[in-house]
């Protein structure tokens, strides 16, 4: 049988530095294991061993022109990781800290992630280290066009299609898209959370924050309980922050902090309504930062501090990577947190996970609670492959089907791997058993 410890350490070694990675691939292989004592076969053909190494890694380089007419170069990345039930999929990160262990740490999730959605699509997630804070629209673009001078021979829409994350929304998608358009004379779906007009589908910017809410409304159905006049701590105030704010407060409960990268704005009143709408206008049209609503409203802004020292019924943490450790995570246990439901990717570190499961948590992991905004991915592809457009209605009773249905599965796979509740096991193993057959199914790949 495959030596789960062995493996890990031989991960570590031959992947140096790459912490984040090291840390994804140590919770999914732990959770892994009683999937790997009941099957056999996977040990057989050695499927862990071959989980772990991407199918292939990209690094290019990036040269741009500022508008003072000075050169830059960054570095960009596509790791594309498992395209055993689907072709890669996964979104794109613009931020100075990316490096390869984090596109490599997004990139594996993806694969459990995508497989959960119950949609066939691979594993993948790439980016760059560029920083489009206080950069023009036109040096946005320039980087933008020269970013897919060279990813476009790596990606099509049977191959792989990339999508957004932190620093890539609507306007990066726009630029990049273009450029592949022009480098291919091809209109396809290369690309997801496109604008509406050119193929894009309704709600995929909706789709992490409310997919993430409904997941969350699914725990706390099965606390006996539901949003109604629920205290949450939102952290990030960017995409998937917004259409988390938006739904809890459809759904009744009351959104009181988000925050940056400077600090976190706490509002004892909620962001609704006419507040709610400066902050989106604040955020999507102004790109501002968040301290502005605190100066607006009136209400504390805290710099350089996580939003996790606020007493809150629920936690929905949607900006980063490790942003809730163990302290912050004793804090919100003794605070009486019920819920926590992961819209980032890997924003809790594993001694924090640990610790809300040990005190009976509701706990959502980021594979399974944030994996609408990638079904929603599955959904557009659909569309452009059908070459129609579903509506609004339609698209949301999609997205909250899959969100139910997850949250099913990784429920039942808890039960039925020996560990009722643990969500972080249930959705490993559910994300982990279809796309280890279709490995097997497929031969030594
Ligand atoms: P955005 O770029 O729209 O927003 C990111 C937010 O997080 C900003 O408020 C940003 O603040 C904050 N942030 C980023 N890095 C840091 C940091 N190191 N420390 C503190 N705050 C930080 O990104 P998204 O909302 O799209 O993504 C947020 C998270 O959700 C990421 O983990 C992403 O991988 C995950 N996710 C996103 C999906 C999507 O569909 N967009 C799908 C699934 C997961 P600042 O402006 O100061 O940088």
Known sequence: MTNIDTLY????????????????VKEVLDSLKPAIEKHPEFSKAKVLERIVEPERQLMFRVPWTDDNGEIHVNRGFRVQFNSAIGPYKGGLRFHPSVNLGIIKFLGFEQVFKNSLTGLPMGGGKGGSDFDPKGKSDLEVMRFCQSFMQELFRHIGPDTDVPAGDIGVGGREIGYLYGQYRRIRNEFTGVLTGKGIEWGGSLIRPEATGYGCTYFVEEMLKDRGTDFKGKIVTVSGSGNVSQYTTEKVNQLGGKVVTLSDSAGYIYDPDGVSG??????????QKRRGRIKEYAEKYNVDFFPNKRPWEVKCDIAMPSATQNEIDAKDAQTLVDNGVIAVGEGANMPSTLEAIDIFI????????????????VSTSGLEMSQNSLRLGWTREEVDQRLHEIMVNIYKNSRAAAIKYGAPGNLVVGSNIAGFIKVARAMMAQGIY
Do not use: I, R
Request: a positive charge; glycine letters at 12%.
């Open 9 to 24: 350490d031989k991960v570590v070694l031959k992947n140096p530095g790459e912490k984040e990675f090291h840390q994804a």
């Open 274 to 283: 006419e507040k709610f709408d400066y902050f989106l206008e604040l955020k």
């Open 358 to 373: 040990k005190a009976g948590v509701s706990f959502g992991p980021a594979k399974a609670a944030n994996a609408g905004g």
